[in-house]
T-cell receptor, first 113, second 111 residues
């Protein structure tokens, strides 16, 4: 039981490049969400999903796309990376049977130069 | 969207003293209130949580209180130890099953 797995752990991108941050969970959780954490700040919600095929925007969705084709996976796409997207990205999941407890991945540290 | 205000931003206490961190919110639909501890370079770690139908919850040296009327909730750490030094975040869920976080409190416990 791996919980929430995020890949890669570290990534350096050039401005304008695209990439996908992967997030997978093996707990059959219905709900998944993406957050970014800038230095010295709290986590901010980017996008979230309440089930396969259903996604919605959080507080800071601009520049990011998501999809949820399966219950297990919730990838985050950066279409054209900008230096302002340099941050640590966390994925989390929770389920109806988990009494609201959220499981976080270990994070992806992204630097855009 | 929902806004969560967290105070203080930094807190320094002597070992053995108590520490209190407070968060206020505006959305009355908020129904789940977790507190996380984050060490440098690590993911947030849940230390205690409370649901909207409970006013207080305690786990050894850590307690959380919730005042739904006044829309605030607080983290209380008693008998602080140097290993309690970290950044603490409050958060809440308004029912959409995603979290809104406070801005964090850097707690320093002086030996």
């Amino acid at each position: 039981n791996a919980g929430v797995t995020q890949t890669p752990k570290f990534q350096v991108l050039k401005t304008g490049q695209s990439m996908t941050l992967q997030c997978a969970q093996d707990m059959n959780h219905e709900y998944m969400s993406w957050y970014r954490q800038d230095p010295g700040m709290g986590l901010r919600l980017i996008h979230y999903s309440v089930g396969a095929g259903i996604t919605d925007q959080g507080e800071v969705p601009n520049g990011y796309n998501v999809s949820r084709s399966t219950t297990e996976d919730f990838p985050l796409r950066l279409l054209s990376a900008a230096p302002s997207q340099t941050s640590v990205y966390f994925c989390a999941s929770t389920g109806l049977g988990s009494h609201y407890g959220y499981t976080f991945g270990s994070g992806t540290r992204l630097t855009v130069v | 969207g929902e806004n969560v205000e967290q105070h203080p931003s930094t807190l320094s206490v002597q070992e053995g003293d108590s520490a209190v961190i407070k968060c206020t919110y505006s959305d009355s639909a908020s129904n789940y209130f977790p507190w996380y501890k984050q060490e440098l370079g690590k993911r947030p770690q849940l230390i205690i949580d409370i649901r909207s139908n409970v006013g207080e919850k305690k786990d050894q040296r850590i307690a959380v209180t919730l005042n739904k009327t006044a829309k605030h909730f607080s983290l209380h750490i008693t008998e602080t130890q140097p290993e309690d030094s970290a950044v603490y975040f409050c958060a809440l869920d308004t029912g959409r099953r995603a979290l809104t976080f406070g801005s964090g409190t850097r707690l320093q416990v002086q030996p």
